[in-house]
């Protein structure tokens, strides 16, 4: 079963910068785009970025835009999420989804990265 493994969490002072990537395992698939979730403790999960995989357009979290950016590499089939300027209030576990059909729904999901911003 095709899943995504996110990588590049961990501990950060507030203002530093942290970037996460995000990998297919087990295999390959139709990629129409992919997102960046995020969800803090005691909170929902919220949307942070997404980037259709074709075109490159990349949308924004209003709240997130401006600090973190959203990235692909096709060669590699790799998502990144670059983030800077982090503050406290960024500490969640950051999830990687992708959308393999050509529906709003995100049908695969990684198993999450935690991002913890000390201040």
């Known amino acids: 079963q095709v899943q995504l493994v996110e990588s590049g969490g961990g501990l950060v002072p507030a203002g530093g910068s942290l970037r996460l990537s995000c990998e297919p395992s087990g295999g390959t698939f139709n990629t129409y785009a992919m997102g960046w979730f995020r969800q803090a403790p005691g909170k929902e999960r919220e949307w942070v970025a997404a980037i259709n995989w074709s075109s490159g357009s990349t949308f924004y979290s209003d709240s997130m835009k401006g600090r973190f950016t959203i990235s692909r590499d096709n060669a590699k089939n790799t998502l990144y999420l670059q983030m800077s300027s982090l503050e406290p209030e960024d500490t969640a576990v950051y999830y990687c989804?992708?959308?393999?059909?050509?529906?709003?729904?995100?049908?695969?999901w990684g198993q999450g990265t935690q991002v913890t911003v000390s201040s």
């Open positions: 989804a992708a959308r393999t059909r050509p529906t709003p729904k995100y049908d695969v």
